[in-house]
């Protein structure tokens, strides 16, 4: 089942790693993005939380959604985005 179109809805528990909070993405997410332990996504946290794969579109789509957006204190270039 495709779940861009019928989305994954699910209660999340936070789990305590080390100083971290870790919360566990559906395998079926991952695998439909292409993504898997060691990926890299994007994080939106404006009030509710979004992660999305990163990608040019996405980058894009960020960027002109928002006026700022900074990971490790470097703006996000599209650019960079294989």
């Known amino acids: 089942m495709d779940i861009k179109h019928i989305p994954i809805v699910e209660k999340k528990k936070l789990v305590a790693s080390g100083a971290s909070v870790v919360v566990v993405i559906p395998r079926q997410w991952l ?9 890299e996504v994007l994080m939106v946290a ?17 960027r002109k959604s928002l006026v700022h957006i900074q990971t490790d204190s470097i703006v ?4 960079k985005v294989s």
């Open 31 to 39: 695998e439909e993005n292409g993504l898997g332990a060691g990926s």
């Open 46 to 62: 404006n009030g509710d939380l979004k992660f999305m794969k990163i990608s040019k579109d996405n980058v894009d789509k960020l």
């Open 76 to 79: 996000l270039d599209s650019s």
